[in-house]
């Protein structure tokens, strides 16, 4: 994978986080192509990045809008800290942080005080070290 380049895409694959992780897997783009995906190893595909064509074509990947569960608190650093330490995917933002849903992690992060919802947006979590 690479990330874009000049040339416009040729068309889209829309994938949540989960499906943006794959090694051998056959995607339907936006407009209907079916294209096989073979990676060495598994890769996470970043939302904005492009898979490169054998025909020299580009195809973007964008982040599906998924159930998520907003986090905002006055101590936003004390419930990353908690999320992470829970090894929980985490979007961090500069005014609240968003997970995937989880009825387990909602009920710790409100008996710490912070303040959750229920959100349907892309999921794009910081990568691993």
């Given amino acids: 994978m690479a990330t874009a380049h000049e040339a416009a895409?040729?068309?889209?694959?829309?994938l949540d986080y989960d499906a943006r992780f794959l090694r051998r897997k056959v995607l339907t783009t936006e407009d209907?192509?079916?294209?096989?995906?073979d990676l060495p190893?598994?890769?996470?595909?970043?939302?904005?990045?492009?898979?490169?064509?054998?025909?020299?074509?580009?195809?973007l990947v964008q982040?599906?809008?998924?159930?998520l569960r907003?986090?905002?608190?006055p101590q936003l650093t004390r419930m990353?800290?908690?999320?992470g330490n829970r090894h929980t995917p985490c979007q961090i933002e500069e005014t609240r942080l968003l997970i995937q849903r989880d009825h387990v992690i909602a009920?710790?992060?409100?008996?710490?005080?912070?303040?959750?919802?229920?959100?349907?947006e892309p999921?794009?979590?910081e990568g691993g070290a």
């Fill in 80 to 83: 990353a800290w908690h999320i």
């Fill in 9 to 14: 895409p040729v068309t889209c694959v829309v």
């Fill in 123 to 125: 999921f794009t979590p």
């Fill in 70 to 73: 907003e986090v905002t608190s």
């Fill in 63 to 67: 982040a599906a809008p998924e159930p």
């Fill in 107 to 120: 009920a710790m992060l409100a008996h710490l005080g912070a303040t959750t919802c229920e959100v349907e």
């Fill in 32 to 37: 209907g192509r079916r294209l096989l995906v």
């Fill in 41 to 59: 190893q598994v890769t996470s595909l970043d939302h904005g990045g492009v898979l490169l064509l054998d025909s020299g074509g580009e195809v």
